[in-house]
């Protein structure tokens, strides 16, 4: 083709220096020209020197111009050169659009593609005759711009990445233009993807591609096809290791000596740890924009608590006030006002000293270098009202330490404490009678002692000799005595033992409200089994069944108390039982929680009616009559005894031929307190 027409030289320096400088002048000239000859004569010189230096201005413009566009003209005659050289073994062909090209030499008025007549060189040099560039810059900037891959047949910049230290550092390939399949891989790319490049060969691009990017993938590698790039294409890909990656992909088509696409040019970059950190970031983001939103919401809510606490700061039940470091009152609140009757005006700003008795303002001065030293300060003291009484307060406070170790001010709450003192005398006046009560109560108990001794000891001793001599009567003189007489023989020995129960019962009820002390952890498993070898003979006799729901847990209590509470309570429902298969069963209320176990006793027995529910837990209480059932009525308000002594209770649930369950509740584990509790009333 015939060489391209070369372009004029750009405007020199010194063309736009002249330019500017006459521009100037004309202006001056003009301007000179207003003040002396007025505005119509001076006009046309004014008009003259603003054209000047528009036309300065466009010469600077030009000049500029041309001088950043020289690198793109000279490239264009030095191709234009090549083009006309006989010696060169190949030609340029114009090609309209060409990708790459047409985007980095976008100046050029024309584009050229080199298409070889023979075997393509190893290598293109271009020479060029200007001393402006050299070739090895313009080589750099060919290969930047992707030109010199399109200008050298078979070469492109994969070819260049291979050699060197670009192979390193940049995953580059080539593709198939129809399959995508890889033609060639840089050793950075194979490290990174995990395989080899005769396993690539093999394989789609697109079969490592995540599913959901497949179709995006597939319509921009055809995109790249047909527009000749694509650009910062990000997706999401799987390594032979199975890891999950993230790519961002630049893709270039190539094009062969037919001016179609041989393949296509692929760039990638790892962005897997940019994309997290951009989710980070942006889940950072909502987080912030979030908790942002959660203080402007706490602000407002901030604003509303404002007044609300200033409310609650004025009325509290306590009093507040700060001191400064002089000891004068700064700040109080209404309460303090209200409890000593005066006004705001009357104490701020006022010492201290002025709530104080006069004994104690003397040594006030003292206290308050103490507790500016000390930093803290809890002192009982007195007030003076502004009505001259006198309250007793309880005083609480700590200092505000500013910069440099000054004091700023004090935080005080005081409490008035008159009313809780006259309580606390009359409490302590109330724990001397109680003491003396006690000690009444201690010398009773001993008294009661020494007669629980001579009840078990002297009363029953004479009425052991009268059962015994009653029946030697009876065995060795009875056939003397006509039938009356031996009658009332028989009536005296049945009183006596009678007798003998009911202070058995007395003995037994009145150590049922004292517990030993040794309260402890109760294995009712084991208490049963005692229970059921001491009653062994009455079970047998009766033909009854003791059974149990297992496992019975554990309480706390007074271990011989306990059994004796289950022992009468079995043996009464075996007692007062007349069915042909006696039963008792013991077992517990599981489903209840707190602190406090129920234990229930059932029969199967002849049943109480409702209306006697309560009376049959008092003293000798009797349901039937001796003849029917044997027994003193004592059993049942020892049983009652034994469980207020535990600080429990008892109750029953009963009909008549129904049988009965008695309920009784006992603690689990040991209360706050561990002391028994001796004479304890609780409602049943």
């Known amino acids: 083709m015939p060489a391209q027409s070369q372009r004029k030289p750009a405007y020199s320096q010194d063309q736009w220096g002249a330019a500017l400088i006459?521009?100037?002048?004309?202006?001056?000239?003009?301007?000179?020209?207003?003040?002396?000859?007025?505005?119509?004569?001076?006009?046309?010189?004014?008009?003259?020197?603003?054209l000047m230096l528009l036309i300065a201005g466009r010469v600077q413009s030009d000049s500029e111009r041309k001088r950043w566009a020289a690198p793109i003209h000279q490239l264009a005659r030095e191709l234009n050169a090549i083009a006309d050289d006989p010696q060169r073994p190949f030609e340029l062909t114009y090609v309209p659009e060409l990708g790459e090209v047409l985007?980095?030499?976008?100046?050029?008025?024309?584009?050229?593609?080199?298409i070889p007549k023979s075997d393509p060189p190893s290598s293109l040099n271009l020479t060029l005759s200007s001393g402006e560039f050299s070739s090895q810059q313009l080589t750099d900037s060919l290969t930047r711009s992707a030109l010199l891959a399109s200008l050298t047949p078979g070469v492109d910049s994969l070819d260049v990445s291979l050699s060197g230290d670009f192979?390193?550092?940049?995953?580059?390939?080539?593709?198939?233009?129809?399959?995508?399949?890889w033609i060639e891989s840089s050793a950075a790319e194979q490290e990174f993807l995990g395989w080899e490049l005769k396993q690539l060969r093999e394989m789609s691009f697109l079969e490592i591609v995540h599913p959901?990017?497949?179709?995006?993938?597939?319509?921009?590698?055809?995109?790249?096809?047909?527009?000749?790039?694509?650009?910062?294409?990000?997706?999401?890909?799987?390594?032979?290791?199975?890891?999950?990656?993230?790519?961002?992909?630049?893709?270039?088509?190539?094009?062969?000596?037919?001016?179609t696409v041989s393949h296509l040019r692929c760039h990638i970059t790892d962005v897997t740890a940019k994309i997290r950190a951009e989710r980070e970031l942006r889940l950072?983001?909502?987080?912030?924009?979030?908790?942002?939103?959660?203080?402007?919401?706490?602000?407002?809510?901030?604003?509303?608590?404002?007044d609300r606490y200033s409310d609650l700061y004025q009325n509290a039940p306590a009093m507040y006030f700060s001191l400064d470091d002089q000891g004068r009152i700064l700040e109080c609140n209404d309460t303090l006002l209200r409890t000593l009757g005066y006004r705001r005006d009357e104490i701020i700003s006022q010492s201290y000293e002025r709530l104080l008795p006069e004994w104690r303002r003397s040594i006030f001065a003292a206290r308050f270098a103490d507790f500016r030293l000390n930093g803290k300060v809890e002192i009982e003291s007195q007030w003076v009202m502004a009505n001259a009484e006198t309250i007793d307060v309880w005083v609480s406070g700590t200092t505000v330490i500013g910069l440099g170790g000054k004091l700023l001010h004090t935080r005080i709450v005081a409490q008035d404490v008159t009313a809780r003192h006259r309580l606390?005398?009359?409490?302590?006046?109330?724990n001397d009678r109680l003491a003396v009560t006690i000690d009444e109560l201690s010398r009773k108990n001993k008294e009661m002692?020494?007669?629980?001794?001579?009840?078990?000891?002297?009363?029953?001793?004479?009425?052991?000799?009268?059962i015994a001599f009653s029946d030697f009567l009876l065995r060795d003189c009875g056939d003397k005595l006509d039938s009356n007489g031996q009658e009332y023989v028989r009536y005296l020995v049945d009183a006596s033992r009678r007798m003998r129960a009911l202070i058995h019962g007395l003995l037994t009820l009145s150590r049922a409200g004292r517990v030993t002390g040794d309260f402890t952890t109760v294995n009712l498993e084991e208490v049963m089994s005692f229970i059921k070898a001491d009653l062994g003979e009455l079970i047998r006799s009766k033909g009854a069944e003791v059974r149990t729901t297992a496992p019975l847990p554990t309480l706390w209590g007074d271990r011989d108390r306990i059994s004796q509470l289950l022992a009468n309570l079995i043996s009464n429902g075996l007692k007062y039982n007349q069915s042909a298969a006696p039963w008792v069963e013991v077992g517990t209320l599981d489903d209840e929680p707190g602190p406090w176990l129920t234990v229930y006793v059932r029969d199967n027995g002849i049943g109480i009616d409702p209306q006697f529910h309560t009376k049959i837990f008092q003293l000798f209480r009797r349901l039937h009559t001796r003849e029917e059932y044997e027994g003193t009525g004592a059993g049942l308000a020892i049983c009652s005894k034994i469980v207020h002594a535990h600080g429990g209770r008892i109750w029953i649930e009963s009909e008549p031929n129904q049988g009965a369950t008695f309920f009784i509740s006992l603690r689990r584990s040991p209360p706050e307190s561990s002391m028994p509790q001796t004479e304890v009333t609780h409602a049943t």
Not at 284 to 306: A, F, G, M, S
């Open 449 to 466: 002692d020494e007669f629980t001794y001579v009840v078990s000891h002297d009363l029953q001793e004479p009425l052991r000799t009268l």
């Open 103 to 114: 985007r980095a030499l976008r100046e050029l008025k024309k584009v050229w593609h080199p």
């Open 167 to 181: 192979s390193t550092t940049d995953m580059v390939s080539r593709l198939e233009s129809r399959t995508f399949r």
């Open 424 to 430: 606390e005398a009359e409490l302590q006046e109330k």
């Open 212 to 259: 959901d990017d497949y179709e995006r993938a597939r319509d921009e590698l055809r995109a790249a096809i047909s527009k000749g790039e694509v650009h910062g294409l990000v997706l999401r890909i799987k390594t032979a290791r199975g890891k999950p990656k993230a790519i961002e992909m630049n893709v270039g088509a190539r094009y062969g000596p037919d001016l």
């Open 22 to 50: 006459l521009g100037l002048l004309w202006v001056g000239f003009g301007t000179a020209s207003y003040v002396i000859l007025g505005y119509p004569r001076s006009l046309p010189i004014l008009v003259l020197g603003a």
């Open 284 to 306: 950072r983001t909502r987080e912030l924009t979030q908790v942002n939103e959660q203080l402007r919401h706490i602000n407002r809510e901030l604003e509303e608590l404002k």
